[in-house]
């Protein structure tokens, strides 16, 4: 690996990190003529690089885009242009690979299969296909030896990640062998194509009845490990502005639906897909907005969709004060850091960017900016943003090509603030409370037995609850459900604490 980036004059990640030099030394004497087109920035090189090194780093030159926070962002932004191109395998073997998967004959499958590819990816490949009920079909099929050689990278990512956290303490913070783990999660949910027909039939079900977003129906009889076929998809590319408009639509009406499209399948069902690069979204003729291609997606927990519209919204509305406070609310800042400085930090980040045109904002970016303070303010990385991240940053190119003079942010604008209403306003605090008393009811027959036991232990045996008492504490908790059940729980927690500390 180190000599195909010493090839391309890419060798600055190990050597600036000053992880394994000798390695880095021997390669630059190894690695032969330079390979491709000679120059170009940083990323640029580095991206060449690994699209040499094959499917694995191309994968990891896509996660490295979302790291602006260890890159830098120049270099993030070069990378983020690394394309998952490969060249396709044989029509041949990928008729032989769907004949074993489902064990009998191609031609029982599809009464028409195109041999020639229409994409080919680093994972797997796809050809259009008819059934022999006459449907027209897109089949997926994996890359022979596939398997084998994201272990064999993976493990390699691994161990220079450990490297990087042995060498270098101070980035553990941004937890590279977690990154890697993500990676690799994602990575095996991709190369079980099962994995993809269920998400493609979950965003399907978020959807069902929204006729401004399309997902393509899938054939479950026709869907393996290996073999994924769902109805076909026909449509413009979403960045093909020319195009769009000659077909009759209006470019920022088409943007307004895909972001809406976004902002649902983020904050509204915190299951969203996260590969919307503009080969993946066809504005259809109809003018709704078709998706495929379900093998990266991200999901977020209720409670991280809310602290993070809550930041959206108050960094539209320029509330640095309310964005830092947010960010201590939710414990991604440590509470011994100063709630003034991080809103000062967050003003200095912000205004260089909302100061310009509106359709010129880009939140991907303020996003990564504030990556890039958490050393300042001890921050951790947040992983599970950072697939966000990457999707927030090619939504947001997308749509520049889309409708130049439009942000798809404010656009959704109005959609975020229902949402805030609704989930953060005084009937939504209501609902939570009452959820999270039902919740302590439901514990807390366990949460008796725990009291009981580690009451005993701390008084060294000198507390003990009647086993009476406990059976009448677990009825009451039982099918009535009723409040006095909390309250003599918490009495009962009160006196033991009291006995510990007087005795």
Not at 92 to 97: F, K, P, V, Y
Not at 415 to 443: C, F, H, K, Q, Y
């Amino acid at each position: 690996m180190a000599r195909i980036l010493a090839r391309h004059d890419a060798l600055f990640p190990l050597e600036e990190l000053d992880i394994a030099p000798g390695v880095a030394a021997l390669a630059r004497m190894l690695a032969g003529p330079p390979k491709g087109t000679p120059g170009g920035r940083k990323g640029q090189r580095l991206a060449r690089a690994l699209n040499e090194a094959g499917p694995s780093f191309i994968k990891l030159g896509q996660a490295l885009a979302t790291r602006s926070d260890l890159l830098g962002e120049e270099l993030a932004a070069d990378l983020s242009d690394l394309q998952d191109r490969l060249p396709p395998f044989p029509a041949s073997e990928a008729r032989a690979i769907i004949e074993r998967e489902f064990g009998e004959p191609l031609e029982n499958l599809y009464s028409r299969f195109d041999d020639t590819p229409v994409a080919a990816a680093s994972i797997a490949q796809v050809h259009f296909a008819v059934t022999p009920e006459g449907k027209e079909v897109a089949v997926k099929i994996l890359r022979p030896g596939i398997e084998e050689a994201f272990k064999r990278d993976l493990d390699l990512m691994r161990w220079v990640a450990g490297l990087l956290e042995t060498t270098r303490p101070e980035l553990r913070r941004l937890k590279p062998l977690q990154c890697v783990d993500t990676l690799a999660e994602t990575v095996e949910l991709e190369m079980d194509l099962r994995f993809e027909a269920a998400a493609a039939a979950e965003i399907g079900d978020n959807f069902e009845g929204d006729d401004d977003f399309r997902v393509p129906e899938v054939d479950w009889g026709r869907t393996g490990r290996r073999v994924l076929t769902t109805a076909r998809l026909s449509g413009i590319p979403l960045d093909e502005h020319d195009a769009i408009i000659a077909a009759g639509h209006d470019p920022e009406e088409v943007l307004e639906k895909a972001s809406n499209a976004t902002f649902k399948q983020v904050f509204r069902d915190g299951f969203f897909h996260a590969d919307v690069h503009p080969g993946n979204l066809f504005v259809m003729a109809d003018g709704a907005i078709g998706a495929v291609d379900f093998g990266i997606m991200g999901r977020l927990e209720l409670k991280t969709r809310r602290w993070l519209g809550e930041i959206l919204l108050a960094f539209l509305t320029r509330d640095y004060r309310r964005a830092a406070e947010v960010h201590f609310e939710a414990g991604l800042v440590p509470p011994d850091r100063s709630v003034d400085a991080f809103a000062q930090a967050c003003r200095s980040i912000a205004e260089p960017i909302l100061d310009k045109p509106q359709n010129e904002i880009s939140i991907a970016r303020l996003l990564g900016q504030l990556f890039q303070i958490t050393e300042t303010f001890q921050m951790e990385t947040q992983p599970q943003l950072l697939l966000l991240q990457k999707t927030m940053l090619v939504a947001e190119g997308t749509g520049r090509k889309l409708a130049p003079d439009a942000n798809m942010w404010f656009l959704a604008r109005p959609m975020i603030e229902d949402w805030m209403r609704e989930n953060l306003g005084p009937e939504a605090r209501i609902r939570d409370t009452v959820s999270s008393i039902a919740e302590a009811v439901d514990r807390l027959p366990r949460m008796l037995d725990d009291i009981e036991e580690s009451a005993a232990m701390l008084s060294g045996g000198r507390l003990r609850l009647h086993p009476e008492t406990v059976d009448a504490l677990k009825r009451e908790s039982g099918p009535n459900r009723g409040l006095s059940a909390v309250w003599l729980a918490v009495a009962v927690l009160v006196v033991a604490l009291a006995v510990v500390k007087f005795t």
